[in-house]
């Protein structure tokens, strides 16, 4: 099926995560899956997708600004509001 | 002839020492020159460990040297490239020690826009040369970055306006690296942004971004030249992680652009490019949770259903069993039924059977039989003839086909089974002629004793016609002829009838067997005459 089907889900990226949960609907919907793979793709495709959502829903605003030094390395954060 | 100055008559102009006239010259250039500006095209430049700047101003029939001192380097709008067409501003200086004036520059700005864009023209062609702008190297970002960097000014309208769209999108963590987007050390910045960007380690206390946006707003092609420079679209070209360059208004093109892995035409569309939607992608996984529940429930249903049709199809154990029970059951009661009856309709055929068994029928049954058998029989035989007509073909051709060697053993098998049976036939035959040659010995002493020939012994002769031709029989047939012959058992006589007496008679015969035989069957009739009587006259 896909390269990322036998990893984990919590190792997927976001958009890894998306990609199967769009595979594993679609080879669910074509419907010519046996009845174990049908239940194993279903668990896996709830995983995904409360992967994703946990992905979308955890993103969270944060405006930091590199400090320089004086020779341009940078020295570290410093949180920013948005102007 | 004077051997000092004072010969030379009539020559009372002051004298100057080297130094004097150097520094006079000095003085003046410096006093008239103070300020001047020189268009020319650079030539060559030279940028030594002390970073100051040497290079060469030139028109079609004049060189001029000139100097851009360290601290005047950094202030420079434009780098002194070789061949760039320059209007350059500074003052001139003579160097007394070594017979030189140059031009110390204090500002330079290009010709004119027509040379920066040759210039820029020129510098594209060289990098793209070296395959900086290949669509091979361009990376796709992520489709959800965790962390953006932005390479832009920390403030002013660019860095709002990409801030804010991203809120609006999907709120996101930010980093913003602030470089100076123009003058002079806005090339060094950004491309040390962008390295900077790319060196940081993964789970450091400044998080990497996974995708980088350069950002500037519009501008003259001045204010955006440091995008054009070497080391920036250098720094863009290698970046491991995938950039957006977002530079000037859409219409600007600078090198950057070409170098990134995707140009925005401005700050927002970048910010657009880079972050999708939250909401959309929160409808977008909804759907396809709510896609994988009905698809697995309709999966289910299905199997459920064809299970359920498949059951409904399968009768009931007790069901499959009471018909064959209860068949059993009555023919069980039936079968002790049955044998009384058969035994007892038995007994009676038997003993009606017996009754009617006689021999006769015997025979006639069998006299049946046999005229049934005589057609098949005969079928039978017709179907031998053929068959062994059929085997004879085959043989025929199965000889055809046969192998010499195969043959030959088989002649050589015939040939010993053909003299054992020769022996054994010459074997038999000779027994047989034995027993003929007995049995013929036998036959020839009955045939003597029953032959004519023993009866002319006896007394009896055959009468013959001339020549000893035809055998008289009558009186009448013997008158015609002129002479007759007698035979005796032991021979001829010729006798003349008329005369009566006989002439010498020829050596007797042997008899011709016509004659013999004809005699033979003649006498019995002919002879009258009995026994001891020599003659029939």
């Known amino acids: 099926m896909t390269e990322t089907a036998e990893r984990p889900v919590g190792e997927l990226s976001f958009e890894e995560a998306?990609?199967?949960?769009?595979?594993?609907?679609?080879?669910?919907?074509?419907?010519?899956v046996p009845l174990e793979e049908s239940i194993r793709l279903y668990e896996r495709g709830h995983e995904l997708k409360k992967h994703c959502e946990a992905r979308l829903r955890e993103a969270e605003e944060k405006i930091e600004l590199i400090t320089l030094d004086a020779e341009g390395r940078p020295t570290g954060l410093k949180e920013v509001e948005v102007p | 002839m004077p051997l000092t100055d004072d010969t030379f008559a009539g020559t009372n102009a002051p004298e100057f020492t080297v130094s004097e006239i150097s520094f006079a010259l000095k003085k003046m250039i410096e006093g008239e020159f103070a300020h001047v500006r020189i268009r020319g095209e650079i030539g060559r430049v030279s940028t030594p460990r002390s970073g100051h700047v040497y290079l060469d101003l030139k028109d079609e029939r004049a060189v001029i040297a000139g100097v851009i001192w360290k601290g005047t380097v950094r202030k420079l709008r434009v780098r002194p490239e070789e061949g760039l067409e320059v209007v350059v501003t500074g003052r001139l200086t003579t160097y007394p020690g070594a017979s030189k004036y140059q031009v110390v520059i204090e500002s330079m700005a290009p010709a004119g826009i027509g040379a920066l864009m040759a210039m820029l023209e020129r510098r594209k062609a060289q990098l793209k040369a070296e395959g900086l702008f290949d669509p091979a190297r361009k990376r796709r970002p992520p489709l959800l970055p965790k962390v953006v960097g932005v390479i832009t000014s920390p403030s002013g309208a660019v860095i709002r306006d990409i801030l804010h769209r991203l809120r609006?999108?999907?709120?996101?963590?930010?980093?913003i690296w602030p470089v100076a987007v123009q003058g002079e050390h806005c090339a060094l910045e950004v491309a040390r942004a962008i390295r900077g960007f790319n060196a940081l380690p993964e789970g450091g206390p400044v998080p990497r971004p996974d995708a980088l946006i350069v950002a500037r707003g519009g501008g003259s092609i001045e204010d955006l030249w440091g995008f054009n420079?070497?080391?920036v679209v250098r720094a863009a070209a290698e970046s491991a992680i995938p950039l957006i360059s977002a530079v000037g208004h859409e219409t600007d093109t600078t090198l950057i652009d070409l170098a990134a892995d995707i140009r925005a035409p401005t700050p927002t569309a970048a910010a657009e490019m880079l972050v999708p939607v939250r909401r959309e992608l929160?409808?977008?996984?909804?759907?396809?949770?709510?896609?994988?529940?009905?698809?697995a429930d309709r999966l289910l249903a299905e199997r459920g259903r064809r299970l359920g049709d498949l059951a409904r199809l399968l009768p009931r154990a007790d069901d499959l069993l009471a018909r064959p029970r209860h068949r059993l059951d009555r023919?069980?009661?039936?079968?002790?039924?049955?044998?009384?009856?058969?035994?007892?309709?038995?007994?009676?055929?038997?003993?009606?059977?017996?009754?009617?068994?006689?021999?006769?029928l015997l025979e006639r049954t069998i006299a049946l039989k046999r005229e049934r058998l005589a057609a098949p029989v005969q079928r039978l035989e017709v179907a031998i003839r053929r068959k062994r007509t059929d085997a004879r073909r085959r043989s025929i051709e199965t000889g055809r086909r046969l192998r010499p060697a195969l043959a030959r053993r088989q002649i050589e098998k015939g040939h010993h089974a053909l003299e054992t049976a020769a022996r054994r036939l010459a074997l038999q035959a000779r027994s047989q002629l034995r027993q003929l040659g007995q049995r013929l010995e036998s036959l020839d002493r009955m045939r003597q004793s029953l032959?004519?020939?023993?009866?002319?012994?006896?007394?009896?002769?055959?009468?013959?016609?001339?020549?000893?031709?035809?055998?008289?029989?009558s009186k009448g047939a013997a008158l015609p002829l002129p002479r007759l012959e007698i035979e005796f058992h032991d021979g001829r006589l010729p006798v003349l009838p008329d005369q009566g007496t006989p002439?010498?008679?020829?050596?007797?015969?042997?008899?011709?067997?016509?004659?013999?035989?004809?005699?033979?069957?003649?006498?019995?009739?002919?002879?009258?005459p009995p026994e001891g009587q020599g003659s029939l006259f």
Do not use: N
């Open chain 2, 451 to 473: 032959g004519w020939r023993e009866t002319l012994a006896r007394g009896y002769a055959v009468i013959r016609g001339p020549g000893g031709e035809g055998v008289i029989t």
């Open chain 2, 282 to 295: 929160l409808a977008d996984v909804a759907t396809l949770g709510e896609r994988l529940v009905h698809a």
């Open chain 2, 229 to 231: 420079e070497e080391i």
């Open chain 2, 168 to 175: 609006d999108r999907f709120p996101i963590r930010v980093v």
């Open chain 2, 503 to 528: 002439r010498k008679a020829p050596a007797p015969r042997e008899g011709s067997h016509r004659a013999s035989q004809g005699g033979a069957r003649k006498p019995p009739r002919s002879s009258k």
């Open chain 2, 331 to 360: 023919a069980e009661a039936r079968l002790v039924r049955a044998l009384e009856a058969r035994a007892g309709r038995a007994r009676t055929r038997h003993a009606a059977l017996a009754g009617r068994m006689t021999l006769r």
């Open chain 1, 18 to 32: 998306l990609k199967e949960l769009e595979q594993v609907v679609e080879r669910l919907e074509r419907g010519d």
